[in-house]
């Protein structure tokens, strides 16, 4: 299979984990290291034939531990680069996942969720690995995380991810899952800004010294006359191993957190419809949020104002934002796929209100029935 864009095709109708390999590729990804695992096993598939075509390399190896460090290997070789994989398979990689958050490693880790725990269901959705994103790895540290509802945004998000990667250096997650991945839908290729990894300065030149916002000034690699200590121990802004120095250990931990959680505004992205006059409003993301709109604009029909923030990024959470545009709203409906895990976060941004959760387990998605249902009882 060509490129699309070596084809100058503009749209194609394509699958969401096919989406990903091309966002991924439009973003520069050049290397993928993975191992297949439904549901996401398409994306592994496709990247062995892609990157090759794009001068890329892709590698399967031979567990989920091993990719993550792959892939942190490879991106302080020079490379933009992910991983793919579902909720086991995320599990063995949180280790890894941790050292690139000390180790400020941009990467994009690739969840395609199914329902867990353990091996769960292979092949069905869920939304119960948004816990394991935030806080899978030990210790205090901060992550991105992206959730695409469609096709489409799986592309978008995709080049996103790659982008906020290498301005926050920072594992960025895309969180989709087994429908978002496997539901076939026409897919735009549109121009997208992609930032492109610049080198910084050599001269004095220390890998962990931040800018005063916090973050660090380009990524240098290996072999190409930087002096570099990747280590995950916490460490000094030369990369020297400072755990036992109660202040420089504060310091960077500190500001691992502070760099993702101080630009909360610029990385809040929210798809807000019919909010502004709602007296009642739906919270989801992904998958859920599909039903979720079709029953708003049933509700509209019938004369009851529902509205619905639809969560693009869902890490940092956008807490200040979700209260701003709620203040008006008596209640709040959280639809999601797993036993009740958004919903504790939309309370706690939104205290005051009555915040009703709308959990299913199983792998099968809420009816836009059900959803409706839940808001006419609600303002009944």
């Not at 979720?292 to 969560?311: P, T, W």
């Amino acid at each position: 299979m060509n490129g699309f864009e070596a084809q100058n095709q503009k749209v194609a109708v394509i699958q969401g984990n096919e989406a990903v390999v091309e966002g991924a590729i439009a973003a520069g990804c050049r290397f993928f290291a993975g191992y297949p695992i439904t549901p996401a096993s398409e994306v592994a598939e496709l990247m062995s034939r892609r990157l090759p075509q794009v001068g890329g390399a892709f590698l399967q190896m031979e567990d989920e531990l091993a990719s993550i460090n792959a892939v942190i290997g490879a991106s302080w070789g020079g490379m933009k680069c992910c991983t793919g994989s579902s909720g086991p398979g995320i599990s063995l990689m949180q280790e890894g996942i941790g050292y690139a958050a000390v180790t400020e490693t941009p990467c994009v880790i690739i969840n395609v969720m199914r329902g867990g725990p353990a091996t769960g269901q292979p092949t069905m959705a869920s939304q119960q690995d948004i816990f394991q994103a935030k806080y899978g790895s030990h210790g205090d540290y901060e992550i991105i995380a992206l959730c695409p509802a469609s096709a489409q945004e799986a592309y978008e998000l995709t080049i996103k991810a790659f982008n906020l990667a290498e301005i926050y250096r920072v594992p960025v997650f895309l969180l989709s899952d087994e429908i978002v991945g496997h539901t076939r839908e026409k897919v735009e290729f549109r121009p997208y800004d992609v930032v492109e990894r610049k080198a910084p300065e050599k001269s004095g030149y220390l890998p962990y010294r931040s800018r005063p916002d916090g973050l660090l000034d380009g990524m240098p690699a290996f072999n190409q006359g930087y002096k570099l200590l990747i280590d995950g121990q916490l460490h000094d802004e030369a990369g020297n191993r400072a755990g036992a120095n109660i202040e420089k250990s504060a310091r960077l931990v500190k500001r691992l957190c502070n760099k993702i959680t101080d630009h909360i505004d610029d990385l809040t992205d929210l798809d807000i419809q019919k909010m502004e006059d709602a007296e009642i409003g739906i919270i989801a993301f992904g998958s859920a949020s599909r039903p979720a709109m079709e029953a708003v604009s049933v509700a509209r029909k019938m004369g009851i104002r529902a509205g619905l923030i639809r969560l693009r990024t869902l890490f940092p959470f956008p807490e200040k934002r979700i209260a701003d545009l709620t203040k008006a709203v008596s209640t709040l409906l959280v639809p999601e796929l797993n036993i009740g895990k958004l919903v504790l976060e939309v309370r706690r941004s939104a205290p005051g209100k009555q915040v009703v959760s709308l959990p299913k387990l199983g792998g099968a998605l809420h009816t836009p029935d059900e959803i409706l249902a839940a808001i006419k009882k609600e303002v009944r």
